[in-house]
């Protein structure tokens, strides 16, 4: 009789590490399956075409509810109303592209740019005379100082409501980065306007710049997210990847961050998963 409970029990036993084993079994094997799904999200967020961009966000610090940028130095910087560069930025190489000047070969500040901006602005603008057009670079790179005299001019002009429209507060100018230029034609009297957007120029411009790296960077139609004002004149250099992929969606730089921004999301929320 004993030896019969005996070998019950023996049985019983095994069937419960039976049951015990399935289920540490189907854990292990549910959280595998988890693992290897977040690994396979993971990867394929990492071959979209915006990742290797999520490196070059803004940097930013707060200072008296001011949002100022820290890493000026990087091409794909953000600049604008909402993200200050500091007053002591000053691009380490900028050069004087060998192109067509509005104003002559006078070597002044702002015909210069950056290095990379000023290589592509030179294969840019040789883009535009084997195609039969001629630009003219008009206004480059501009220091903190210069831009508080320029703001401070349109404040006198016309008020600071109208004045911050049309040209940036000293810290947001593009012009600081040493990466945009203001260009132009003698079919538009080499002035800054929207009739240049109009000419074949322009428009020769407007549809190619992003072949040598460069945007529009404050396109007609998107004036509630540059919060600037139509500027068929100001292109921007990002690089060819940027650029093309702005191009090709129609963006803004501002929106092309949001995307990054977005993927960047996905990708922290998919690593912790």
Known sequence: MKKIISIAFAIALSVVQTV??????????????????????VAK???????????????????????YIENEANLLILANKDYLMQSTYIPSDLVRPNVEFSFGN????????????????????????????????VSGYRSYSRQEEVYEAEVSAKGKEKAGEAVAVPGTSEHQTGLAMDMSSKSADLALSAAFGETAEGTWAKENAHKYGFI?????????????EYEAWHFRYVGKEAATIIYKNNWTLEEFFEHVKLLDDKLKKAEKA
Request: proline share 3%; hydrophobic share 30%.
């Open 106 to 137: 006078a070597d002044i500040e702002k015909a210069k740019m950056r290095k990379a901006a000023g290589d592509a602005l030179e294969a840019m603008f040789k883009g535009a005379k084997d195609a039969g057009y001629e630009l003219y670079a």
């Open 216 to 228: 529009l960077r404050y396109p007609a139609g998107k004036e509630k997210i540059t919060k600037y």
């Open 45 to 67: 967020l990492k071959k979209d075409p915006l990742y290797p961009f999520i490196s070059k966000q803004n940097k930013l610090v707060e200072r008296d509810g001011t949002a």
């Open 20 to 41: 015990q084993d399935d289920g540490s079994h189907q854990a292990n094997s549910n959280e595998s399956q988890k693992s290897t799904t977040s690994e396979v999200e």
